[in-house]
């Protein structure tokens, strides 16, 4: 997403009633073990059913909030970890804070409180060359790939690590998903569509900071979805307050080979920025429900005459069933297709926050005391101090 970072963002409402909860521990190992048991389990049929989300309740942490000899902030995606019942939550840092890295966390809930939110450890991501992500800085003296990261999943089958970034159009770097081990180290980039190449002297293939935004493992585990935030260049314009969009989503099977592409229809912008004002509408991450839908998030951010900007937030379901598969269709102008359906399952800006932030992470969580599903939210504060890191929890209704 393009970074929200010109005006007063929000004039924030006091959080000490939030962030009164909240508990850092600092334990002794600077990298937290995150699966210790060889023997990891996965129900392989994993589906859930979605009616309406309910709202438990939020968590905030405090601004630029050291932990580890790192600035907390920018946290753009996260994942539940069934086996350890912990989190890990991804920032977009592109190393110019401290290096790239993920956090692991306790958030402690049920379907009535959503009481504290803890930090356990801190993992630093690496590089093929085993080295931490270079910022920009440092990438023009040594090399390597100056970091973008947006997304993070656990693989199912043994408990490891896929991340997304969203490369750079003027460095030349492409976009990628990677995974690595449960401490960061690398292990394997995932070959992907040569649709999704960067091309810096042409206007063809991603849009600068509008790749990569989502990843999710199917229902079996055997293969994996990735979500572009807007479309190609060759698939049409972005977004605007009169009409909306198409940006693809992919499944790839583990080794890389592309399974399927669809079509998203991205909403127009749902309301008018001020006069020469910034205003985006585009999926910041994706979720499997089951073998055949996932949850998106559309993330709307509308600027006003005074520089502050209005976050519109909405999470959709969609129907893979039906829509056309089009992994061979170069530009999708001009082209007949069926793109999926979707489903209105909860516009944000309905709940009543003082404050909706730029929410980017998404990801079920534990079962609630009463056997129903749980889901959580985080937003990614662009490390701007007037925005904030907001965690909100949910119960999942079923149908």
Same mark, same amino acid.
């Given at each position: 997403?393009?970074?929200?970072?010109?005006? *007063?963002?929000?004039?924030?409402?006091?959080?000490?009633?939030?962030?009164?909860?909240?508990?850092?521990?600092?334990?002794?190992?600077?990298?937290?073990?995150?699966?210790?048991?060889?023997?990891?389990?996965?129900?392989?049929?994993?589906?859930?059913?979605?009616? *309406?989300?309910?709202?438990?309740? &939020?968590?905030?942490?405090?601004?630029?909030?050291?932990?580890?000899?790192?600035?907390?902030?920018?946290?753009?995606?996260?994942?539940? *970890?069934?086996?350890?019942? $912990?989190?890990?939550?991804?920032?977009?840092?592109?190393?110019?804070?401290?290096?790239a890295r993920f956090y692991t966390a306790q958030l402690n809930y049920d379907n009535k409180n959503f009481d504290s939110v803890k930090l356990t450890g801190m993992n630093f991501l690496k590089q093929a060359n085993g080295k931490?992500?270079?910022?920009?800085?440092?990438?023009?003296?040594?090399?390597? &790939?100056?970091?973008?990261?947006?997304s993070i999943r656990l693989d199912p089958k043994d408990g490891s690590v896929w991340y997304t970034s969203e490369g750079s159009r003027s460095l030349g770097l492409d976009p990628f998903v990677r995974h690595a081990t449960e %401490?960061?180290?690398?292990?394997?980039?995932?070959?992907?569509?040569?649709?999704?190449?960067?091309?810096?002297?042409?206007?063809?293939?991603?849009?600068?900071?509008? $790749?990569? !935004?989502?990843?999710?493992?199917?229902?079996?585990?055997?293969?994996?979805? =990735?979500?572009?935030?807007?479309?190609?260049?060759?698939?049409?314009?972005?977004?605007?307050?009169?009409?909306?969009?198409?940006?693809?989503?992919?499944?790839?099977?583990?080794?890389?080979?592309?399974?399927?592409?669809?079509?998203?229809?991205?909403?127009?912008?749902?309301?008018?920025?001020?006069?020469?004002?910034?205003?985006?509408?585009? =999926?910041?991450?994706?979720?499997?429900? *089951?073998?055949?839908?996932?949850?998106?998030? %559309?993330?709307?951010?509308?600027?006003?005459?005074?520089?502050?900007?209005?976050?519109?937030?909405?999470?959709?379901?969609?129907?893979?069933?039906?829509?056309?598969?089009?992994?061979?269709?170069?530009?999708?102008?001009?082209?007949?297709?069926?793109?999926?359906?979707?489903?209105?399952?909860?516009?944000?800006?309905?709940?009543?926050?003082?404050?909706?932030?730029?929410? !980017?992470?998404?990801?079920?969580?534990?079962?609630?005391?009463?056997g129903h599903d749980s889901l959580v939210l985080v937003s990614d504060d662009n490390f701007n101090r007037n925005q904030v890191t907001q965690l909100l929890a949910f119960e999942v209704l079923p149908k």
């Open positions: 997403m393009k970074k929200q970072k010109s005006g *007063n963002y929000f004039k924030v409402l006091s959080i000490t009633a939030i962030s009164s909860f909240l508990a850092i521990s600092s334990p002794a190992n600077a990298a937290v073990q995150l699966f210790q048991d060889k023997h990891w389990k996965y129900n392989i049929k994993e589906t859930h059913s979605i009616g *309406n989300l309910k709202m438990i309740g &939020e968590q905030r942490i405090p601004f630029k909030r050291e932990f580890q000899g790192t600035v907390i902030g920018g946290l753009s995606g996260l994942a539940y *970890n069934t086996k350890q019942s $912990t989190w890990m939550m991804i920032s977009d840092d592109k190393s110019d804070n401290s290096p931490n992500y270079p910022n920009q800085t440092q990438y023009t003296v040594k090399g390597g &790939e100056v970091p973008d990261f947006e %401490e960061g180290e690398y292990l394997a980039t995932l070959p992907l569509a040569k649709q999704f190449n960067v091309i810096p002297e042409h206007e063809i293939g991603p849009r600068d900071n509008l $790749t990569f !935004e989502g990843i999710t493992f199917a229902n079996d585990g055997n293969s994996l979805w =990735v979500s572009m935030e807007a479309p190609l260049y060759q698939d049409g314009p972005v977004p605007t307050t009169t009409n909306g969009a198409l940006s693809r989503i992919t499944q790839y099977d583990r080794k890389g080979k592309l399974l399927a592409q669809y079509a998203y229809p991205i909403d127009a912008i749902p309301a008018k920025p001020g006069p020469g004002k910034y205003a985006d509408n585009g =999926v910041s991450e994706i979720l499997s429900v *089951n073998k055949y839908k996932l949850l998106t998030i %559309e993330r709307s951010g509308v600027q006003s005459m005074d520089g502050t900007f209005k976050n519109y937030i909405r999470i959709y379901e969609l129907d893979t069933r039906g829509a056309s598969d089009i992994s061979n269709i170069h530009s999708l102008q001009g082209h007949k297709f069926k793109p999926v359906k979707k489903r209105l399952i909860l516009d944000l800006t309905t709940l009543g926050l003082s404050v909706l932030d730029n929410i !980017e992470g998404i990801s079920w969580g534990p079962k609630l005391p009463n």
